[in-house]
């Protein structure tokens, strides 16, 4: 079965950096799109940023460009999102998400992790 399990969560101070991880199992994680969803309080999900199979491309959305990054080790199976100079506006439900390809434009999520909570305050 497919399991996707966040880590690295907490609270940090604005401007501050934290390093969320996604342990993921059951499928061959190597051939497969991942992503990394937020959920803030009281509001929906936000698409934050995504990676290809092989590492090689990234994509971010504006409101995190230039101080996040996605990365993954393939060998280990584990998915990274690295958050530098942190903003209360980021606070959050950290998810990862595998990627379903619908077609060359459009893209879903077909599994989702629990999700770590990240917490921005002085």
């Known amino acids: 079965q497919v399991q996707l399990v966040e880590s690295g969560g907490g609270l940090v101070q604005p401007g501050g950096s934290l390093r969320v991880s996604c342990a993921a199992s059951?499928?061959?994680?190597?051939?497969?799109?991942m992503n990394w969803v937020r959920q803030a309080p009281g509001k929906g999900l936000e698409w934050v940023a995504s990676?290809?199979?092989?590492?090689?491309?990234?994509y971010y959305a504006d409101s995190v460009k230039g101080r996040f990054t996605i990365s993954r080790d393939n060998v280990e199976n584990t998915l990274y999102l690295q958050m530098n100079s942190l903003k209360p506006e980021d606070a959050a439900v950290y998810y990862c998400?595998?990627?379903?390809?619908?077609?060359?434009?459009?893209?879903?999520?077909?599994?989702w992790g629990q999700g770590t909570q990240v917490t921005v305050s002085s």
């Open positions: 990676i290809n199979s092989g590492g090689g491309s990234t």
């Open positions: 998400a595998k990627e379903l390809y619908i077609s060359r434009w459009i893209r879903g999520y077909d599994y």
């Open positions: 059951g499928f061959t994680f190597s051939n497969h799109a």
